[in-house]
């Protein structure tokens, strides 16, 4: 395996990461009855080499991806071979870490614009006319 390179000076090595294979679902004959080909990269984020606060944004992002244990697990089972699959769940992997580190850019406030207010209270009296004309006169 190789080390993940996040960025900014930051390299996961390989150490750090698990590799664990198991058979893929799906079509495929023999192939897929036989051969372990679906791979699945694993890494403790407290072993991370990284502060506190990146930590703290790559466990908030990713919840749905990280365990009870803390361990952040990335599978791909797309190729008809194993190492296919593991090249393509580390670079999996070193997208999934890269997006969660990148900062969030504050939102900048905005104001509808008056040509929208407008066109917003037309659309309501257009509704209104035409819930005014459906009532019963009698």
Known sequence: ???LDLGRGIVVPAQLL???TSRSGG???QNVNKVETRVTIEVD????PLDDAQKQRVRERLAGRINREGVLRVTS???RSQVANRDRALARMEEVLREAL???TPRRKTRPSRASKQA???AKKRRSKTKRLRT???
């Open 120 to 122: 917003r209270l037309e």
């Open 102 to 104: 990148e900062p969030e």
């Open 27 to 29: 079509p495929g004959g």
């Open 77 to 79: 089972q797309a190729e």
């Open 136 to 138: 019963n006169l009698d």
């Open 1 to 3: 395996m190789r080390d």
């Open 18 to 20: 698990r590799a664990a």
């Open 45 to 48: 984020v407290d072993a991370l």
